[in-house]
């Protein structure tokens, strides 16, 4: 049986606010159960440990692609004139 982490533990592991965790939640990023009581006005989130590592296995910082030059937009509003 996994473990099941609150998410002010799961703040305390990634080291970010339990805020940032509800949002990674309400993304859909982070997968979490709630385990609130029916009818409740208030969500009562869990993350297991095989969510909690599946999140962390995609958030591997990756090196950044090459940047790639971009060519400069011609403005058709502007009027060049030629001085040859």
Request: no cysteine.
């Amino acid at each position: 049986m996994t473990a099941h982490y609150p998410i002010g533990r799961v703040g305390e592991i990634l080291a970010i606010d339990q805020r940032a965790v509800k949002a990674l939640i309400r993304s859909g990023e982070l997968r979490a159960s709630d385990v609130a009581p029916a009818g409740s006005r208030y969500h009562k989130w869990r993350v297991s440990q095989d969510d909690l590592d599946l999140f962390l296995e995609r958030r591997v910082h990756a090196p950044p692609a090459p940047a790639t030059r971009r060519r400069r937009r011609r403005d058709d509003h502007v009027i060049r004139f030629n001085y040859d």
